[in-house]
Nanobody
Framework: VQLVESGGGFVHAGDSLRLSCVAS????????MGWFRQITGKERELVAS????????KYVDSVKGRFTISKDNAKYEVYLQMNTLRPDDTAVYYC?????????????????WGQGTQVTVST
C-alpha cells in the first residue's frame, strides 16, 4: 500500500487547511486510517483516526472542535479539515494506515506511512 499526502502549506493563525491522503495498491487491507503529526524534536503523535468500516472517529484533545477527519471509500482517500489553526499546530503531518483497526494506532502500530506534508502556521 502506498499513501500520498497533499494539501500542506504556510498559513496564518486562524486560517484553515485541508489535507488529503490517497491510498493505492492493496487498499482492501486497510481497516483504519489516521493523521499523525511530528514537531521537530518531538515524538510523532496521533491527531485523528477513522475506522474504515464503520466511520468511527477519534481525536486528540488539542484538536477537538477544530479538526475533522473524513473519508471517501470509493476513492480510498482520507481528509483532515483543519480550522482555526494555531502556531502550535505547526508540524509535518503524516497519513497512516492499519491492517487491523484504529486502536492499534494508540500503541504506535502503523502498517503504512505516507511521506508527510509540512504545515506551518504563523502568528
Amino acid at each position: 500500500v502506498q499513501l500520498v499526502e497533499s494539501g500542506g502549506g504556510f498559513v496564518h493563525a486562524g486560517d484553515s487547511l485541508r489535507l488529503s491522503c490517497v491510498a493505492s495498491g492493496r487498499t482492501a487491507t486497510i481497516y483504519a486510517m489516521g493523521w499523525f503529526r511530528q514537531i521537530t524534536g518531538k515524538e510523532r503523535e496521533l491527531v485523528a483516526s477513522i475506522d474504515w468500516r464503520n466511520g468511527q472517529v477519534k481525536y486528540v484533545d488539542s484538536v477537538k472542535g477544530r479538526f475533522t477527519i473524513s473519508k471517501d471509500n470509493a476513492k480510498y482517500e482520507v481528509y483532515l479539515q483543519m480550522n482555526t489553526l494555531r502556531p502550535d499546530d505547526t508540524a509535518v503531518y503524516y497519513c497512516g494506515g492499519s491492517r487491523i483497526g484504529p486502536r492499534l494506532f494508540d500503541y504506535g502500530r502503523v502498517d503504512y506511512w505516507g511521506q508527510g506534508t509540512q504545515v506551518t502556521v504563523s502568528t
